[in-house]
């Protein structure tokens, strides 16, 4: 029998806490060797250090998974439509309402993709564990300028898409799952109602991150792999709701799609042809997850 059914709410959470913490505390002392080689400024070395960390961090996935059905047992659905291939590479974008998205993402695609990276603050970096761990499998930190900054100096705008294209090199030497959250931070009512979105359910999405990951190892991905996550209504933090196992009717879509192939290459920033049709196509997108989300939202809705 799984905790949450004969614990409280708030144990179970704390527990769930616990136990992933010290999960993630046993990897981190196994990975520590390599990434004391990834800090070798020797490429060959610094690449299978690197790989040595992605494979310690994917068993790390697996004993979360463990973890999750041990202490929430049957939380949420997922459901997949189309297919993965094995070994092949994929681009995810995901709707981004909480800190849990992240976990979720990586043990809703634990066994079918290869393990994801995506974009980070620049300040992650300092984060204890964490930081050097996704330093050390070439996660994308970036820093992200304000619009005032960039008015200031334009250049400061090329940065991150610079960013982007060196981390991408990175990717193409094996397969990877990279990671996008398009709306560049948490949904909140808060920031949907200042920032004037015209979705329901979404901020409005940013497009040249993805314009540059693809216009760099489009070739390489097998598909898109559009990820929709809906929680049930919470009344209180939702990622603190589902750590305590409060979220048995959540539901998680995948949809694994081709990409337009006219979309993997092209100058975003200078040629308004191409960006016309790319913001195109992302905001299709956009507003059909935005549908999307509004249905598995009233459907947790009625069973909360």
């Not at 409280?8 to 981190?28: E, H, N, Q, R």
């Not at 997922?78 to 800190?99: D, T």
């Not at 079918?112 to 996704?134: D, T």
């Not at 990877?176 to 979404?202: C, D, M, Q, W």
Request: a positive charge; proline letters at 6%; hydrophobic letters at 40%.
């Amino acid at each position: 029998m799984s905790a949450y059914r004969t614990t409280p709410p708030w144990l179970t959470g704390v527990l769930t806490v616990a136990l992933m913490s010290a999960c993630i505390t046993f990897w981190f002392v196994l990975m520590l060797p390599f990434i004391g080689l990834r800090c070798i400024p020797v490429h060959k070395l610094q690449r299978w250090a690197s790989d040595r960390c992605v494979a310690i961090a994917t068993l790390w996935v697996g004993s979360n998974h463990r973890i999750y059905d041990a202490m929430h047992g049957q939380q949420g659905q997922v459901r997949i439509e189309g297919q993965f291939k094995p070994g092949s590479s994929y681009l995810v974008v995901c709707n981004h309402s909480a800190w849990s998205d992240i976990v979720l993402l990586f043990d809703a695609l634990y066994g079918h993709a290869p393990f994801g990276r995506f974009f980070l603050k620049k300040g992650l970096i300092w984060v204890p564990i964490v930081g050097v761990v996704c330093w050390a499998m070439d996660f994308p930190f970036m820093k992200r300028h304000s619009r005032q900054a960039i008015a200031k100096n334009p250049a400061l705008a090329s940065q991150d898409l610079e960013t982007t294209r060196k981390a991408c090199e990175k990717y193409k030497a094996s397969p990877v799952t990279v990671i996008n959250f398009l709306e560049g931070t948490r949904f909140t009512p808060a920031k949907h109602a200042r920032s004037k979105s015209p979705y329901t359910h979404l901020l409005a999405p940013k497009y040249g991150g993805l314009s540059a990951t693809l216009d760099a190892m489009g070739e390489q991905f097998a598909g898109l792999v559009n990820v929709t996550i809906a929680y049930q209504p919470a009344g209180r933090n939702i990622t603190w709701s589902w750590l305590c196992g409060q979220q048995p009717d959540m539901a998680i879509h995948i949809e694994v799609t081709d990409i337009p192939r006219d979309m993997l290459k092209g100058d975003f920033r200078n040629d308004p042809e191409f960006k016309t049709r790319f913001k195109t196509w992302v905001n299709t997108l956009w507003a059909n997850k935005d549908r999307r989300l509004a249905d598995m939202k009233s459907k947790t809705s009625t069973t909360a």
